[in-house]
Nanobody
Protein backbone atom coordinates (compact mmCIF):
# COMPACT_ATOMS: atom_id res chain seq x y z
CA UNK A 1 0.00 0.00 0.00
CA UNK A 2 1.32 3.41 -0.98
CA UNK A 3 1.39 6.08 1.72
CA UNK A 4 -0.12 9.16 0.07
CA UNK A 5 1.01 12.32 1.81
CA UNK A 6 -0.68 15.62 0.96
CA UNK A 7 0.34 19.01 2.28
CA UNK A 8 0.07 22.72 1.61
CA UNK A 9 -3.51 23.45 2.51
CA UNK A 10 -4.62 26.34 4.68
CA UNK A 11 -6.95 29.26 5.15
CA UNK A 12 -6.96 31.88 2.42
CA UNK A 13 -9.21 34.73 1.36
CA UNK A 14 -11.15 34.57 -1.87
CA UNK A 15 -8.89 35.43 -4.76
CA UNK A 16 -5.86 34.05 -3.00
CA UNK A 17 -3.55 31.19 -3.91
CA UNK A 18 -2.25 27.97 -2.43
CA UNK A 19 0.11 25.28 -3.66
CA UNK A 20 -0.55 21.70 -2.64
CA UNK A 21 2.00 18.91 -2.70
CA UNK A 22 1.61 15.15 -2.93
CA UNK A 23 4.24 12.54 -2.22
CA UNK A 24 3.56 8.83 -2.76
CA UNK A 25 5.85 7.85 0.09
CA UNK A 26 7.70 4.62 -0.53
CA UNK A 27 6.60 4.40 -4.14
CA UNK A 28 6.09 6.36 -7.31
CA UNK A 29 3.23 6.89 -9.70
CA UNK A 30 5.49 5.48 -12.48
CA UNK A 31 3.18 4.53 -15.37
CA UNK A 32 0.05 5.93 -13.75
CA UNK A 33 -1.43 9.37 -13.84
CA UNK A 34 -1.52 11.32 -10.61
CA UNK A 35 -4.80 12.95 -9.74
CA UNK A 36 -6.13 15.47 -7.28
CA UNK A 37 -9.57 14.97 -5.82
CA UNK A 38 -11.51 16.98 -3.28
CA UNK A 39 -14.40 16.50 -0.92
CA UNK A 40 -16.43 19.41 0.35
CA UNK A 41 -18.55 19.12 3.49
CA UNK A 42 -21.68 17.11 2.80
CA UNK A 43 -20.64 16.29 -0.76
CA UNK A 44 -19.10 13.36 -2.54
CA UNK A 45 -15.44 13.33 -3.44
CA UNK A 46 -14.87 14.74 -6.92
CA UNK A 47 -12.12 14.85 -9.49
CA UNK A 48 -10.12 18.07 -9.76
CA UNK A 49 -7.13 17.48 -12.04
CA UNK A 50 -4.78 14.79 -13.33
CA UNK A 51 -1.37 14.60 -14.93
CA UNK A 52 0.34 11.77 -16.76
CA UNK A 53 3.35 10.97 -14.63
CA UNK A 54 5.51 10.15 -17.66
CA UNK A 55 4.11 12.34 -20.44
CA UNK A 56 2.99 15.30 -18.36
CA UNK A 57 -0.35 15.65 -20.14
CA UNK A 58 -2.86 17.45 -17.96
CA UNK A 59 -6.60 17.23 -17.46
CA UNK A 60 -8.92 19.43 -15.43
CA UNK A 61 -12.44 19.53 -14.15
CA UNK A 62 -14.37 22.35 -15.77
CA UNK A 63 -14.80 24.05 -12.41
CA UNK A 64 -11.06 24.66 -12.03
CA UNK A 65 -9.88 25.20 -15.60
CA UNK A 66 -7.91 28.40 -15.94
CA UNK A 67 -7.43 28.70 -12.17
CA UNK A 68 -5.62 25.53 -11.12
CA UNK A 69 -2.43 24.05 -12.56
CA UNK A 70 -1.28 20.50 -11.92
CA UNK A 71 2.36 19.59 -12.28
CA UNK A 72 4.91 17.05 -11.13
CA UNK A 73 8.61 16.85 -10.43
CA UNK A 74 9.75 13.35 -11.26
CA UNK A 75 13.17 13.88 -9.69
CA UNK A 76 11.49 14.83 -6.41
CA UNK A 77 8.74 12.23 -6.79
CA UNK A 78 6.27 14.96 -5.94
CA UNK A 79 3.08 16.19 -7.52
CA UNK A 80 1.68 19.68 -7.15
CA UNK A 81 -1.53 21.61 -7.52
CA UNK A 82 -1.17 25.36 -7.87
CA UNK A 83 -4.49 26.96 -7.05
CA UNK A 84 -5.10 30.58 -7.99
CA UNK A 85 -8.19 32.78 -7.83
CA UNK A 86 -9.60 30.61 -5.09
CA UNK A 87 -13.31 30.80 -4.36
CA UNK A 88 -15.30 29.90 -1.25
CA UNK A 89 -16.76 26.95 -3.18
CA UNK A 90 -13.24 25.52 -3.45
CA UNK A 91 -13.32 24.85 0.29
CA UNK A 92 -12.71 21.13 0.71
CA UNK A 93 -10.26 18.48 1.80
CA UNK A 94 -7.93 17.80 -1.12
CA UNK A 95 -6.52 14.35 -1.74
CA UNK A 96 -4.11 12.87 -4.26
CA UNK A 97 -4.23 9.38 -5.71
CA UNK A 98 -3.20 7.47 -8.77
CA UNK A 99 -5.81 8.31 -11.37
CA UNK A 100 -7.26 6.62 -14.41
CA UNK A 101 -9.84 7.36 -17.06
CA UNK A 102 -11.73 5.39 -19.66
CA UNK A 103 -12.72 8.30 -21.86
CA UNK A 104 -10.44 11.21 -20.95
CA UNK A 105 -13.26 13.03 -19.21
CA UNK A 106 -14.33 10.92 -16.25
CA UNK A 107 -11.48 10.23 -13.88
CA UNK A 108 -11.39 7.92 -10.87
CA UNK A 109 -8.92 7.00 -8.20
CA UNK A 110 -6.97 3.79 -8.81
CA UNK A 111 -6.12 3.04 -5.19
CA UNK A 112 -9.03 2.02 -2.96
CA UNK A 113 -7.56 3.96 -0.06
CA UNK A 114 -6.74 7.58 0.62
CA UNK A 115 -4.27 9.65 2.58
CA UNK A 116 -5.33 12.13 5.24
CA UNK A 117 -5.71 14.90 2.71
CA UNK A 118 -5.06 18.57 3.25
CA UNK A 119 -7.73 21.08 4.22
CA UNK A 120 -8.29 24.10 2.00
CA UNK A 121 -10.57 26.79 3.37
CA UNK A 122 -11.43 29.86 1.32
CA UNK A 123 -13.13 32.73 3.13
CA UNK A 124 -15.33 35.24 1.37
Amino acid sequence: QVDLVESGGGLVQAGGSLRLSCVPSGSTFSDDAMGWFRQAPGKEREFVAAIGWRDGLTYYADSVKGRFTISRDITQNTGYLQMNSLRPEDTAIFYCNAAATEDGNSWFAQYNYWGQGTQVTVSS
